[in-house]
C-alpha cells in the first residue's frame, strides 16, 4: 500500500468520524432544545384564573343603586363574612365579586320593593399572599397589593442565584380544581416571547426555583 492509498484511507476514516460527532451533536442539541419539555395547557389555565376571589382582609367596596344605607366600604372578617344593613351577614370568603354582588341582590328582595341594582369591587387586597422558593436572592412569603406573575414574583424575590435552574421552574396550584405542578421556562418567556407561562399568580401559589 503506498502512501497516497494510506492517506485517502485516513482522509475516510477522519470524515465518518467527524459525521459520527455532528450527528451526535444534533441529537443532543435537540433533546436539548427543549425536545422533551412537558406540554401544559396555559389557555385552559387562564380562564380558570381569570376572576379574583375575595378572602378575609380584603376591603370591599359595595354600591347598591339609589340606596345610600347599603352603599359602603366594608373589610371581610376572619371568618369570611361581611355585614350590611337589613340583609345581614353575606359570604365572600372563596367568591367572586359577582357572585357576592348577586347574594346581596337576592337577600336584598325580601326587604325592599324595587330590585336592588349591586356593584361590588375588591378596593383593597389584603388576602393576596405568594411564595416563592428555592434559588433566588430572597426566598418567602410576598403580600403584593396587587396581583402579580410569574416574573414579577421572581423579581420580588431578588432575581435567581448563580446556582438556579431558570428553565425548570414550577408553579405549585392548589384551588378548587385540584392541586397541580405548572411548568415554567424562564428562556421560553423572556427570549422566546412565549408569554403564555407567564401566568398571573393566584393567592397561595408557590413558584419553586430548582
Not at 19 to 30: I, P, Q, V, Y
Request: glycine share 10%; aromatic share 8%; charged share 25%.
Amino acid at each position: 500500500m503506498d502512501v497516497h492509498e494510506k492517506k485517502r484511507i485516513a482522509r475516510g476514516v477522519k470524515g465518518r468520524f467527524v459525521r459520527g460527532c455532528l450527528a451526535l451533536l444534533g441529537l443532543w442539541a435537540s433533546a436539548s432544545c427543549g425536545g422533551a419539555r412537558p406540554t401544559y395547557d396555559y389557555t385552559t389555565e387562564l380562564r380558570v384564573m381569570r376572576t379574583y376571589t375575595v378572602g378575609p382582609g380584603d376591603v370591599l367596596e359595595v354600591r347598591v343603586w339609589h340606596n345610600e344605607q347599603l352603599s359602603r366600604r366594608v373589610t371581610v372578617r376572619p371568618d369570611g363574612f361581611i355585614t350590611l344593613p337589613l340583609v345581614g351577614d353575606i359570604v365572600c370568603g372563596g367568591k367572586t365579586v359577582e357572585q357576592i354582588g348577586k347574594e346581596i341582590t337576592e337577600k336584598g328582595q325580601q326587604f325592599y320593593t324595587e330590585p336592588l341594582v349591586v356593584s361590588v369591587e375588591v378596593a383593597e387586597l389584603h388576602s393576596y399572599r405568594i411564595y416563592v422558593l428555592g434559588e433566588v436572592t430572597r426566598p418567602g412569603e410576598f403580600t403584593p397589593t396587587g396581583q402579580v406573575t410569574v416574573l414579577q414574583a421572581i423579581a420580588l424575590a431578588g432575581g435567581f442565584t448563580r446556582f438556579a435552574a431558570p428553565n425548570e421552574i414550577v408553579i405549585v396550584r392548589k384551588d378548587a380544581h385540584g392541586e397541580r405542578r405548572i411548568p415554567f421556562a424562564f428562556t421560553a418567556v423572556v427570549k422566546g416571547g412565549d408569554l403564555r407561562e407567564n401566568l398571573p399568580l393566584l393567592t397561595n401559589d408557590t413558584v419553586v426555583v430548582p
